[in-house]
């Protein structure tokens, strides 16, 4: 029997092979980009192959250094043995790989098998590198064997060491780590939507990005057509997040936030919060709609002269308002139902004309459409419309506004939304954020914008209902993933039950699936935001850890919190990993003072790899430190209206320890 030590040799010898092989596979895709110029039949075909080709070598080259495997799996008695790692490598395309994608079918029993259902497994190793290795082999420093094939099962001191690792910088991805509840959302359907009920740290976002791995690995064509699309709440989470996907080998996604996504214009205007709420109302569809085809009328326009060389045909007045009726009750797009308002006056006047003299010519169909009568009437009847324009005259003019909002906004809800200082035209509005989701909203009753093939949501129990209607306007042709946590809702319109969601979104039919397990939350951290779930008036399940490690303190400094803040960063700073220190948005500047006084460097959320960070309680959200400092809990809560909901994403943003200080009484 081969001993462990000789056995690690073997192990560091193979993985001196992979990348060997990766490194010829990097110089090999590059080659094939200048040969591959001089292999097509024609030079669309050298177009498509030469970006298919210089898209992989420069994903290739953008892979980030690391160990290149992290699993093995023993098949039978005969041992086969394959290596899981983040990407296939095999010294030729049609050797056997020294190592298996693990999002191949064949790495799943990596993560779903167990004593109980082996799946074939004899042996399943995990192995133990070094933290921060860059792939040097040398950091290979051990691996734990599970044999399945004899009924063993034991919790992996590996995984628990990697879960548990101190948390400096970016998010890292967890291909290492999967639990099979988990393994089980990422494997999911594309055609098939998912909401993931997440409570912290239980790897919802990790769960989101790495299905998004695995559907662009198995759905590669499908998903290039489509397009597919991640969702922040905001550019520091999704700085947060950036390194996962290419790190599983994936760096052509689109990563963004909603208000990148439907950014007509810069925020420049702001709302108070009355006005934001009703302009990110469901009702504001409907009022939006009957803004914009207010402008649309079947009657008054008269009988239309269409010339034909010295012939000129007449369409009744009648007829016109038949068509535009019909044409308005089939409820198309704003846009192409001008077309189809012209292609129909256009098909009654060849109607005429072919019972007269016989077929016309496509060229007689084109002319008689471009015809200038024919235009000025169909700009009549359905005129050309900017989205500003709709909005601003609705936000500007209360007897517009009163017309399309009868019966579904009462006088204080249209006041709150008119402007107090209407601009001259639209050309000259500042718009605010909740603006621009209403321009969305007119945008896509004009015409559909372009939809994706999947959409990754994240921390969706925050969008408003509108917000949902931008979403699903981007994926009425494909599916999505939904991930959230009902009891982190913070926004004044955040959401009470995913069922509502999911059917803004236009998925109704999408599975909720909750994850409770939390493996970055220690058991006491979650214990505290636990007493605090119960005064959230949302139903979601508690979560429990698997952690029975970590701190939680709770520090008194009546005479002087800040004080107490700095003495707390200085205890957590004795610690190993990254200081998170949170305070309500109006705390922030005296906290940054004080510890600056103190002799604490500290940076803003957006330096991810800083020792100590300084952070906005709105901002927090999705971001993790291994040891937070929660200043003035209460400051936290009377901030805003869902303040309580804020606290419970504060507190539950440490995965080693948290330290509450606090002047006034606690809200828990």
């Not at 010294?91 to 790989?97: I, L, Q, T, V």
């Not at 290979?140 to 004899?150: I, N, P, S």
């Not at 500007?396 to 909002?405: G, I, Q, R, V």
């Amino acid at each position: 029997m081969t001993s462990p030590h000789h056995e690690l040799i073997r192990e560091r010898a193979h993985h001196d092979r992979c990348r060997t092989a990766l490194a010829a596979l990097i110089e090999g895709a590059q080659d094939h980009v200048v040969t591959g110029e001089d292999v097509s039949a024609s030079g669309a075909d050298a177009e498509v192959l030469g970006f298919r080709l210089r898209s992989r070598a420069k994903e290739l080259r953008e892979l980030p250094e690391g160990p290149l495997f992290f699993g093995r799996l023993d098949f039978g008695a005969q041992r086969q043995t394959l290596h899981i790692g983040r990407l296939r490598i095999s010294e030729h395309p049609a050797d056997p790989p020294l190592v298996v994608d693990w999002r191949a079918p064949v790495s799943r029993a990596f993560y779903q098998a167990g004593a109980r259902d082996p799946q074939g497994v004899a042996v399943r190793r995990r192995f133990g590198w070094a933290p921060g290795s860059r792939g040097d082999s040398a950091d290979l420093t051990g691996f734990e064997d599970e044999h399945l094939d004899r009924g063993e099962s034991r919790a992996s001191e590996i995984v628990a060491r990697e879960i548990e690792r101190p948390r400096v910088g970016p998010m890292r991805d967890i291909a290492a780590t999967i639990q099979p509840e988990q393994d089980d959302l990422v494997r999911g359907d594309l055609a098939v939507s998912v909401c993931v009920q997440g409570a912290p740290g239980t790897g919802k976002t990790a769960v989101g990005l790495h299905r998004a791995a695995y559907l662009l690995y198995t759905h590669p064509q499908r998903i290039r057509r489509g397009g597919l699309l991640i969702l922040g709440p905001n550019r520091t989470f999704l700085s947060y997040i950036s390194e996962v996907l290419p790190a599983l080998g994936e760096t052509g996604v689109r990563q963004s936030t909603l208000r990148d996504e439907i950014a007509r214009h810069p925020v420049s205007g702001a709302d108070d919060e009355r006005a934001a709420v009703v302009k990110h109302d469901v009702r504001m569809a409907q009022v939006l709609r009957r803004a914009l085809y207010a402008r649309v009328r079947a009657e008054g326009a008269g009988p239309l002269a269409v010339p034909d060389g010295s012939y000129r045909w007449r369409v009744p007045e009648d007829e016109l308002v038949r068509i535009v009726t019909e044409v308005r009750a089939e409820e198309p797009p704003y846009a192409v139902g001008r077309e189809r308002v012209r292609t129909r006056v256009v098909r009654y006047v060849q109607d005429r004309a072919e019972r007269r003299a016989g077929p016309r010519s496509d060229a007689w169909v084109r002319k008689i459409s471009r015809a200038r009568p024919v235009g000025a009437y169909v700009d009549a009847v359905w005129p050309r419309v900017q989205p500003e324009e709709v909005v601003a005259r609705l936000l500007s003019e209360p007897e517009a506004l009163a017309a399309a909002a009868d019966g579904l906004l009462d006088a204080g809800e249209q006041k709150a939304l008119l402007w107090a200082k209407p601009p001259r035209s639209w050309r000259s509005a500042r718009w605010s954020a909740a603006d621009l989701v209403l321009l969305d909203e007119v945008a896509g009753l004009i015409e559909h914008p372009q939809g994706y093939g999947h959409v990754v949501v994240d921390e969706a129990q925050d969008l408003s209902p509108m917000e949902c209607r931008a979403i699903a306007r981007r994926a009425s042709f494909g599916s999505v993933t939904v991930l959230g946590d009902l009891a982190q809702g913070t926004t004044p319109w955040a959401a009470r039950s995913w069922k509502t969601v999911l059917g803004q979104l236009g998925k109704p039919d999408a599975v909720v699936v909750p994850l409770t397990t939390g493996f970055r939350v220690p058991g006491a951290v979650l214990a505290l935001a636990n007493r605090l779930l119960e005064r959230l008036d949302v139903a979601v399940p508690a979560a429990r850890s698997l952690r029975a490690d970590g701190e939680l303190r709770i520090r008194e400094a009546a005479s002087d919190l800040l004080g107490g803040v700095v003495a707390a960063v200085r205890d957590a700073l004795a610690r190993e990993g990254s200081v998170g220190v949170v305070a309500a948005d109006a705390y922030v500047p005296r906290v940054r003072e004080a510890l600056d006084a103190a002799g604490i460097a500290a940076a803003g959320p957006d330096d991810l790899g800083a020792r100590v960070s300084v952070v906005p309680a709105t901002v927090v959200k999705g971001l993790e430190y291994d040891h937070v400092v929660a200043v003035e809990p209460a400051a936290i809560v009377a901030a805003e209206e869902r303040g309580l909901h804020r606290l419970y994403v504060v507190l539950t943003r440490a995965v080693a320890g948290l330290e509450v200080v606090h002047a006034r009484p606690l809200p828990f």
